[in-house]
Nanobody, 122 residues
Framework: QVQLVESGGGLVQAGGSLRLSCAAS????????MGWYRQAPGKQRELVAS???????NYADSVKGRFTISGDNAKKMVYLQMNSLKPEDTAVYYC????????????????WGQGTQVTVSS
C-alpha cells in the first residue's frame, strides 16, 4: 500500500505565504517524480509544479516566480513554498507521485493524496 499525506494548507491573506508538505509512505521501491496539482471549484485539476528524482523542476506559468517546489528523496517528501499568494490560488492542492513499488517498470503507477485546502482572501 502506498499513501501520500499532505499538510500545510490553510487560510491566508493575499500577499502571504504558505508551505505545503507531502509525505509518501508504504511499499515504495523508487519514486520517479512528485508534484503538486490544484483544483478550484468548477475547474479542472491542473499541474502547479513537479520535480523529478534528479531535481528537474517544472512550473505552471501562473506560479512561476512565486512558488518553489523542492524534494527530499531520502525522506520521500516534497514541499511547495507558496509566496505572494493571490485569491486565484485558492483551490484544493493535491500531491502526486509517480513511483514503482517493485524493481519492475510494470509496477509504475501514479498516486494521489487526499488534498489540502488553500484559501487566499483578498
Amino acid at each position: 500500500q502506498v499513501q501520500l499525506v499532505e499538510s500545510g494548507g490553510g487560510l491566508v491573506q493575499a500577499g502571504g505565504s504558505l508551505r505545503l508538505s507531502c509525505a509518501a509512505s508504504g511499499s515504495i521501491f523508487s519514486i520517479n517524480a512528485m508534484g503538486w496539482y490544484r483544483q478550484a471549484p468548477g475547474k479542472q485539476r491542473e499541474l502547479v509544479a513537479s520535480i523529478t528524482r534528479g531535481g528537474t523542476t517544472n512550473y505552471a506559468d501562473s506560479v512561476k516566480g512565486r512558488f518553489t517546489i523542492s524534494g527530499d528523496n531520502a525522506k520521500k517528501m516534497v514541499y511547495l513554498q507558496m509566496n505572494s499568494l493571490k485569491p486565484e490560488d485558492t483551490a484544493v492542492y493535491y500531491c502526486n507521485a509517480g513511483l514503482m513499488t517493485t524493481y519492475s517498470i510494470s509496477s509504475y503507477l501514479n498516486y494521489w493524496g487526499q488534498g489540502t485546502q488553500v484559501t487566499v482572501s483578498s
